[in-house]
């Protein structure tokens, strides 16, 4: 009555892979939506911690998982995805794999059609937190610390969140206020984030690396404008957003392109 087990995938088919749950699948992606890691400003010291790790992780040597933390539109998940397509260059057995917040609780399923196979994989969520009665951290902890059977030697997980400690910081309050044992139950959440070996802080943008971002995007794709018009631009651009970030930064880019006539492609 149980269902067949999920076909292994052709892991050479693609670079890229999304999981999909009911029934298991992994889905390979032609086409990863990704910039260059050269494109990628202001994270300098991020991007190559990053690049280490993963460099060795590729080369069968230790390696952590990774927390991409801090301000939005910063560049966490693009640089994951950029990181990936940079050392998968050197390394084509180097995989990465999407996993969403919500499918979590199948991962163990996920990493059995991994466990065996010759290719290297990042596990790889983005935009992952967890709000109040949400017990899907209890899967990414097994997935961190591996229980009996272990965490499978050729995965590695890197997650991208707004939060250093994945959940609200009301949450956490809420915690201390009502559980009989308030340390106890703020612990068993927090720890989570403890599981990352590697914590990479992402912060605001100042005035100059956003211009130095749009400025960078403009030489990458042959778009000529000069710098007075460019900052005049960009800077009304960011103000009527009320943010400055690195999304902000592509989002006036694509703008600018469109009217210029550069396809992005």
């Known amino acids: 009555m149980s269902p067949a087990p999920a076909a292994v995938p052709d892991f050479a088919a693609a670079a890229a892979f999304v999981w999909h749950p009911d029934p298991d699948r992994l889905v390979p992606i032609a086409q990863v939506n990704r910039v260059g890691v050269d494109l990628l400003v202001g994270v300098d010291r991020s991007r190559d911690t990053l690049i280490t790790n993963t ?8 390696a952590n998982n990774a927390l991409l933390w801090g301000a939005r539109g910063m560049g966490k998940s693009s640089l994951v995805k950029a990181v990936h397509g940079a050392v998968h260059e050197d390394h084509p057995t180097l995989k990465i794999v999407e996993v969403q917040r919500e499918d979590l609780p199948s991962i163990g399923r996920c990493l059995n059609l991994l466990r065996d196979a010759e290719e290297r994989f990042i596990l790889f969520c983005d935009d992952l937190s967890f709000g109040h009665d949400d ?62 070996g590697l914590w990479l802080g992402f912060h605001p943008c100042d005035q100059d690396e956003y211009l130095a971002m749009i400025r960078g995007y403009c030489d990458a794709y042959g778009v000529t404008i ?3 018009t460019l900052w005049a631009e960009a800077i009304e651009w960011q103000a009527t957003r009320g943010s400055r970030s690195g999304r902000v930064a592509w989002q006036y880019f694509t703008d600018l392109a469109g009217r210029r006539g550069v396809t992005l492609a």
């Open 55 to 62: 460099v060795q992780f590729a080369k069968g040597l230790p």
């Open 226 to 228: 000069d710098d007075d």
């Open 135 to 196: 017990a899907h951290y209890k899967s990414l902890k097994a997935v961190l610390d591996g229980g009996i059977e272990g965490r499978p030697d050729n995965v590695v997980l890197y997650a991208t969140s707004n939060r250093r400690h994945l959940m609200p910081r009301d949450m956490i309050e809420n915690e201390r206020s009502t559980a009989i044992s308030p340390s106890e139950a703020v612990e068993e959440k927090v720890s989570l984030s403890d599981r990352f």
